[in-house]
């Protein structure tokens, strides 16, 4: 479907030889024991593939947008939460990579292609969908600034090297007094709360984060200030790109299992694979898979093409229609798999968990639906 040259199947190889070999394998038991594989990330970082949209002169492989989505997805098909870490340390780092200068972007950049990891630090208790309503504060004082509030579900949030942290340094100035800075780990007044006990990803951490008296120096402002919220939007939608991703491998991992399964499962003397309601199934899981794939590699290609009146539209419709799609064919997975399906011995229902989250974050389907809405109804030229 898509003409990959010499190097990025090489790459691709390396990332399927490495899902199978090493993450798969783990899969089962991160999940159980809700336990953040460092060995992974190590793994990744050995490989060169834990920042892979980072140019090379900061470490990375500076992999288009498409190649990044499919590494992404060669991985979900077997662990969504291994994906997340690569999904996290893209989110941390963009906002640095997109608007940080010259010399934020050497100290802080190579560090995360060599192991250190990155969060993104936007959501609030009080602050979700409705994020302009943040209520962490920055006062610049004395060649700083002093942040105070709190900061929930973030991904690696404990344990971050980095973190890309927004706050309010001009309030009454709403969207455009937003700012972002790179707070780094053992700041005084950066105190860990709890990390989430979750339905799914559970190989992932969450955590609450509370800034209180945080000072942070200048110079690890990103950009200027009042630039944050234009940074968040920017990072957002690339993410979303990657949640669209994550759930495209999500899904053809649970397909993958139920026609393995289906076809090895006797009843009434045959395998169910041959009974016609069993292939409808599976024949509308493939369908709407491919075309969440295809959708999803659309907005891959204008987010590589820098296709500004389309990115913003095409990266909310791929992160609902492929995280809807991952919801149901997991769904059907376990249908197909019948009481199998259910039992933890077998991945569908992992899956399942993990796909319910690929709907909520980097903005609710409610939310990319009110995104695609506003592009297709207001923005005058396409
Ligand atoms: C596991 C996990 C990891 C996360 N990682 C991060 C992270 O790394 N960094 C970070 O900053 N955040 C992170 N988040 C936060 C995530 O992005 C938010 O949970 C999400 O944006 C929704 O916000 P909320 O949970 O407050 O829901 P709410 O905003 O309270 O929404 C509740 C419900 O109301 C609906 N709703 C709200 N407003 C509207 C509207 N205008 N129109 C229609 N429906 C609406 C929503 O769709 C939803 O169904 C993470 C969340 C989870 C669960």
Same mark, same amino acid.
């Given at each position: 479907?898509?003409?990959?040259?010499?190097?990025?199947?090489?790459?691709?190889?390396?990332?399927?030889?490495?899902?199978?070999?090493?993450?798969?394998?783990?899969?089962?038991?991160?999940?159980?024991?809700?336990?953040?594989?460092?060995?992974?990330?190590?793994?990744?970082?050995?490989?060169?593939?834990?920042?892979?949209? *980072?140019?090379?002169? !900061?470490? +990375?492989?500076? &992999?288009?947008?498409?190649? $990044?989505?499919?590494? =992404?997805? @060669?991985?979900?098909?077997?662990?969504?939460?291994?994906?997340?870490?690569?999904?996290?340390?893209?989110?941390g780092? *963009?906002p640095?990579? !997109?608007? +940080?200068?010259? &010399?934020?972007?050497?100290? $802080?950049?190579?560090? =995360?292609? @060599?192991?250190?990891l990155s969060a993104f630090a936007?959501?609030?208790?009080?602050?979700?969908?409705?994020?302009?309503?943040?209520?962490?504060?920055?006062?610049?004082?004395?060649?700083?600034?002093?942040?105070?509030?709190?900061k929930?579900?973030i991904?690696n949030g404990s344990?971050a090297d980095i973190i890309s942290a927004y706050?309010?340094?001009?309030?009454?100035?709403?969207?455009?007094?937003?700012?972002v800075f790179v707070v780094e780990k053992?700041s005084?007044?950066l105190?860990?709360?709890?990390?989430?006990?979750?339905?799914?990803?559970?190989?992932?951490?969450?955590s609450?984060l509370?800034f209180?008296?945080l000072?942070v120096?200048?110079?690890n402002?990103?950009?200027?200030?009042?630039?944050?919220?234009?940074?968040?939007?920017?990072?957002?939608?690339?993410?979303?790109?990657?949640?669209?991703?994550?759930?495209?491998?999500?899904?053809?991992?649970?397909?993958?299992?139920?026609?393995?399964?289906?076809?090895?499962?006797?009843?009434?003397?045959?395998?169910?694979?041959?009974?016609?309601?069993?292939?409808?199934?599976?024949?509308?899981?493939?369908?709407?898979?491919?075309?969440?794939?295809?959708?999803?590699?659309?907005?891959?290609?204008?987010?590589?093409?820098?296709?500004?009146?389309?990115?913003?539209?095409?990266?909310?419709?791929?992160?609902?229609?492929?995280?809807?799609?991952?919801?149901?064919?997991?769904?059907?997975?376990?249908?197909?798999?019948?009481?199998?399906?259910?039992?933890?011995?077998?991945?569908?229902?992992?899956?399942?968990?993990?796909?319910?989250?690929?709907?909520?974050?980097?903005?609710?389907?409610?939310?990319?639906?009110?995104?695609?809405?506003?592009?297709?109804?207001?923005?005058?030229?396409?």
């Amino acid at each position: 479907m898509i003409e990959l040259n010499e190097e990025q199947r090489i790459i691709l190889n390396t990332v399927k030889q490495i899902s199978l070999e090493k993450i798969k394998p783990r899969a089962a038991e991160i999940d159980e024991k809700g336990e953040f594989p460092w060995d992974t990330v190590k793994i990744f970082a050995e490989n060169g593939i834990l920042t892979p949209l *980072l140019p090379e002169k !900061y470490g +990375g492989i500076g &992999a288009e947008y498409l190649l $990044f989505a499919m590494i =992404l997805e @060669e991985i979900s098909k077997v662990c969504a939460a291994s994906a997340l870490i690569l999904i996290a340390q893209a989110d941390g780092m *963009l906002p640095i990579l !997109y608007m +940080g200068d010259e &010399a934020l972007k050497e100290r $802080f950049l190579p560090q =995360l292609a @060599e192991g250190k990891l990155s969060a993104f630090a936007a959501t609030e208790p009080g602050a979700g969908s409705d994020i302009l309503s943040m209520r962490t504060r920055a006062v610049k004082k004395d060649g700083s600034y002093i942040l105070n509030g709190q900061k929930c579900f973030i991904t690696n949030g404990s344990i971050a090297d980095i973190i890309s942290a927004y706050a309010y340094s001009d309030p009454d100035k709403k969207a455009k007094g937003m700012t972002v800075f790179v707070v780094e780990k053992g700041s005084k007044g950066l105190v860990y709360g709890k990390n989430e006990n979750k339905m799914g990803m559970r190989g992932s951490i969450n955590s609450e984060l509370f800034f209180e008296d945080l000072m942070v120096p200048e110079e690890n402002r990103i950009g200027e200030e009042g630039d944050g919220f234009g940074n968040m939007m920017a990072s957002l939608k690339s993410s979303r790109l990657f949640t669209a991703a994550q759930a495209v491998g999500i899904a053809q991992g649970a397909i993958d299992e139920t026609i393995n399964y289906a076809n090895q499962r006797i009843q009434f003397g045959g395998p169910i694979s041959k009974l016609q309601a069993i292939q409808f199934m599976v024949a509308d899981m493939v369908a709407q898979t491919e075309a969440a794939r295809l959708l999803t590699y659309q907005a891959a290609r204008y987010l590589d093409k820098k296709k500004k009146n389309q990115i913003s539209k095409f990266c909310s419709m791929a992160k609902f229609i492929a995280s809807d799609t991952a919801m149901k064919v997991t769904t059907d997975a376990v249908q197909v798999m019948g009481g199998y399906g259910y039992m933890k011995e077998f991945p569908v229902e992992r899956m399942m968990r993990d796909a319910k989250l690929t709907q909520i974050y980097t903005g609710t389907n409610q939310i990319m639906r009110v995104v695609a809405a506003r592009e297709i109804f207001e923005r005058k030229i396409d």
